[in-house]
C-alpha cells in the first residue's frame, strides 16, 4: 500500500505484516505476535488503540456460541430465529454497522428484501460530512499527499493523537520541514514538527466566520492571528487543513465542515491547499461508501424492493428512530468491538445481533438473537476504505479461530427470507 510510515525493523527484517482494521489509517506495517495466553500482540508498535483493541481478543472466543434469549443455541436455529424476526418485521433498522466493504454489501441485499433503515454506530459523523460535501462539495487531500507535499499543516479544533495515536507518523512522517499550526486548540504533543497554537479558547464556529469573511470576501478582521496564517498559507508550497468532523459538538457540525471547506477553496483560487477529515472509524468510510455505490445515497437511507429509495439524515437517525419507537425489529452489526445495544432501544423490540465474540447479550423482554461474527483482520480477511477514501486495504486474517462473517450471516438471512 501506498504511503506507509517508514521502514520498521520488522519490514527490514522481512517479517509477514498485518495491517490494523481498528482505526481509519489502517496501519499496515504491523507484526502480531502471539502471548503466552493466546492472545494477540503488536509488541513493536506504540499505539494504544491497538492495544486496547487487542485486549477484547482471546482464546474463549472459539467457543462463544450463538443464543437465542440468552441461552446457547446452534447456528442454524439462530438463523432460523432471526428470519422470522426480520420476516415479520413491517419497519426494521439495521444499525451499528460496524463492518468491512463484504458485510455492508450482503446487508445491503438483506435490508431491500425487508424494507430496512440503514444508519452507522457513527451515523452523526457520517450525516454532517455528507451534508457538507451535498451541499458545498469539499477539497479533499490525500495521506500521500500530506506526507510528500504539505509543508504547512493547519490542525482545527482537534488533537488527532488522542483518537489516532499514529496521525502524526502517518501522514507527515519524521525529519521533515513541516509547521504545524493548531487553531482552536491546544498543541497536540504527540505532534513532533514545529508546532503553535493560536486562538486556543475561542468559539469555533466564531472563529470560521471570521476566517471565512477575510479569506472569501477580503474583508478587515480584529483577529491578527488569523490575518497572520493566511499569509503563511498563501506562502506555503501546500497546505494540508486537518480536522476530526466529531470535535464540532451540537447540532450544528455540517455547518462548520462547510465553512472550513469554504475556506480551503477559497485559498485554491490562488494558492494550493487540501482538507484531510480524520474519520470513519469502525467501518463507517467502508459502508458509507458501499451504500452509497449500490443505491447513489448514503446511509440513512431506507431501501425496499419495488419502493422508491428514501434518505432523510433527520428522520432516519438511530437515536430519533429508537425514541419515538419507529421501529419493530433492530440488527445491530458489531464485528470490531463489542458494542453494547442502544440504550434507547424499547426493551421489547425484537433485536439481532451479529457481534464481537466478547459481545454481552443483555437480557431483554424482546425476542434477542445473538450470533457471534468474524472481526475482519482478525478472525477473516476482507477490505476498508482508508481515511481519506482513496485507498482500499485488504486484511489478512491474524488467527485461525473459526467464525462466521457478517456477509455470510447476511446472506444466508436473506436466503432464508426468500420464497421457495
Not at 193 to 208: Q, S, V
Request: glycine share 6%.
Amino acid at each position: 500500500m501506498p504511503d506507509s510510515p517508514t521502514t520498521s525493523n520488522a519490514q527490514a527484517a522481512g517479517a509477514n505484516l498485518w495491517t490494523c482494521p481498528f482505526c481509519p489509517l489502517l496501519c499496515d506495517d504491523i507484526t502480531l505476535a502471539p502471548t503466552g495466553d493466546q492472545r494477540l500482540a503488536a509488541p513493536h508498535t506504540a499505539c494504544t488503540r491497538l492495544e486496547a483493541s487487542l485486549a477484547h481478543f482471546g482464546p474463549q472466543d472459539a467457543n462463544r456460541h450463538p443464543a437465542i434469549d440468552g441461552q446457547p443455541t446452534d447456528l442454524a436455529s439462530a438463523l432460523s430465529q432471526a428470519a422470522a424476526i426480520l420476516s415479520s418485521a413491517r419497519r426494521p433498522l439495521f444499525g451499528g454497522l460496524a463492518t468491512d466493504v463484504a458485510g455492508a454489501r450482503a446487508l445491503y441485499e438483506l435490508c431491500a428484501q425487508c424494507g430496512a433503515i440503514l444508519d452507522h454506530l457513527h451515523g452523526d459523523t457520517l450525516a454532517d460530512s455528507n451534508r457538507a460535501l451535498q451541499d458545498r462539495g469539499s477539497f479533499f487531500t490525500t495521506l500521500s499527499e500530506v506526507r510528500s507535499r504539505a509543508d504547512l499543516v493547519i490542525v482545527f479544533a482537534c488533537r488527532p493523537s488522542q483518537r489516532y495515536p499514529r496521525f502524526y507518523e502517518r501522514a507527515i512522517g519524521e525529519g521533515r520541514d513541516v509547521n504545524i499550526v493548531f487553531v482552536g486548540c491546544d498543541i497536540d504533543e504527540a505532534a513532533h514538527a514545529r508546532a503553535e497554537a493560536i486562538l486556543r479558547d475561542t468559539d469555533p464556529f466564531d472563529t470560521l466566520a471570521l476566517w471565512s469573511a477575510h479569506v472569501e470576501g477580503g474583508r478587515p478582521i480584529p483577529t491578527p492571528d488569523l490575518v497572520a496564517l493566511t499569509e503563511r498559507i498563501k506562502a506555503a508550497h501546500y497546505t494540508a487543513f486537518v480536522y476530526e468532523p466529531s470535535a464540532f459538538a451540537g447540532p450544528h457540525a455540517a455547518l462548520a465542515i462547510e465553512a472550513l471547506q469554504r475556506i480551503v477553496k477559497a485559498i485554491n483560487r490562488t494558492a494550493r491547499a487540501g482538507a484531510l477529515a480524520l474519520t470513519g472509524d469502525d467501518g463507517a468510510a467502508s459502508v458509507n461508501q458501499a451504500i452509497t455505490w449500490l443505491s447513489g445515497f448514503p446511509l440513512r437511507t431506507r431501501v425496499a424492493y419495488g419502493m422508491p429509495l428514501d434518505h432523510d439524515t433527520h428522520r432516519y437517525r438511530t437515536e430519533t428512530l429508537l425514541r419515538r419507537g419507529e421501529i419493530d425489529a433492530l440488527l445491530w452489526v458489531s464485528s470490531f468491538a463489542p458494542e453494547p445495544l442502544p440504550a434507547s432501544l424499547a426493551d421489547d423490540v425484537p433485536a439481532i445481533i451479529l457481534g464481537h465474540p466478547s459481545t454481552q447479550t443483555p437480557a431483554r423482554k424482546g425476542p434477542t438473537v445473538f450470533i457471534p461474527v468474524a472481526t475482519p483482520g482478525i478472525d477473516s480477511g476482507g477490505h476498508l476504505f482508508r481515511v481519506d477514501t482513496s485507498v482500499v486495504a485488504p486484511l489478512a486474517a491474524a488467527r485461525s479461530v473459526v467464525l462466521p462473517t457478517v456477509a455470510s450471516i447476511a446472506s444466508q438471512l436473506a436466503q432464508a427470507r426468500r420464497p421457495s
